[in-house]
T-cell receptor, first 114, second 116 residues
Framework: TQLLEQSPQFLSIQEGENLTVYCNSSSVFSSLQWYRQEPGEGPVLLVTVVTGGEVKKLKRLTFQFGDARKDSSLHITAAQPGDTGLYLCAGGGGSGGSNYKLTFGKGTLLTVNP | DTGVSQNPRHKITKRGQNVTFRCDPISEHNRLYWYRQTLGQGPEFLTYFQNEAQLEKSRLLSDRFSAERPKGSFSTLEIQRTEQGDSAMYLC??????????????FGEGSRLTVL
């Protein structure tokens, strides 16, 4: 069974602070995706990383895929209240797993207070 | 709006009743997925279609659950004899075929089921 562990589970910070959330697994994934979900809505894709060591930037968000393709991190600089939401990581094509489905972590619930 | 559309958005039913959810994927996407999400959890894979063929079903899907995609376009997920444990958000997603690996999923807004 492939598992993705996300930490922290909850994070409450003030506007302007920086933060990092983590996604770890014992399995190797061929790709890893980060989604953001707001209450009562479906997840929205933020980024996909596929190469070990890859770093992608999306405005104030920086995503990194571990060299061994087992872990990833999401760093937000100068967080804003609009960043509030549930951040989910999801791995595709993991060891022994099907290539066409994603395994999701439980998510990190981020609250950015004004 | 050309995104993934799900309906109904909310369904409240009594235990033992049958419910059906519909998903209209992005028109050019031939892959369609159903996921289930309960409170405090990430989405869990239920089933996957490539065109009209259902290629995988999760062990989470008991015999009371059935999904179809008859013409390779919209899909339905039916739950028979609902139980309180079926209460969850049912998410549909679609993606284009981009090779053997999972592409990026485009999710609908979900159908929230409450079983009383």
């Amino acid at each position: 069974t492939q598992l993705l562990e996300q930490s922290p589970q909850f994070l409450s910070i003030q506007e302007g602070e920086n933060l990092t959330v983590y996604c770890n697994s014992s399995s190797v994934f061929s790709s890893l995706q980060w989604y953001r979900q707001e209450p009562g809505e479906g997840p929205v894709l933020l980024v996909t990383v596929v190469t070990g060591g890859e770093v992608k930037k999306l405005k104030r968000l920086t995503f990194q895929f571990g060299d061994a393709r087992k872990d990833s991190s999401l760093h937000i600089t100068a967080a804003q209240p609009g960043d509030t939401g549930l951040y989910l990581c999801a791995g595709g094509g993991g060891s022994g797993g099907s290539n066409y489905k994603l395994t999701f972590g439980k998510g990190t619930l981020l609250t950015v207070n004004p | 709006d050309t995104g993934v559309s799900q309906n109904p958005r909310h369904k409240i039913t009594k235990r033992g009743q049958n419910v059906t959810f519909r998903c209209d994927p992005i028109s050019e996407h031939n892959r369609l997925y159903w996921y289930r999400q309960t409170l405090g959890q990430g989405p869990e894979f239920l089933t996957y279609f490539q065109n009209e063929a259902q290629l995988e079903k999760s062990r989470l899907l008991s015999d009371r659950f059935s999904a179809e995609r008859p013409k390779g376009s919209f899909s339905t997920l039916e739950i028979q004899r609902t139980e309180q444990g079926d209460s969850a958000m049912y998410l549909c997603a679609s993606s284009p075929f981009t090779g053997p690996n999972t592409g990026e999923l485009f999710f609908g807004e979900g159908s929230r089921l409450t079983v009383l």
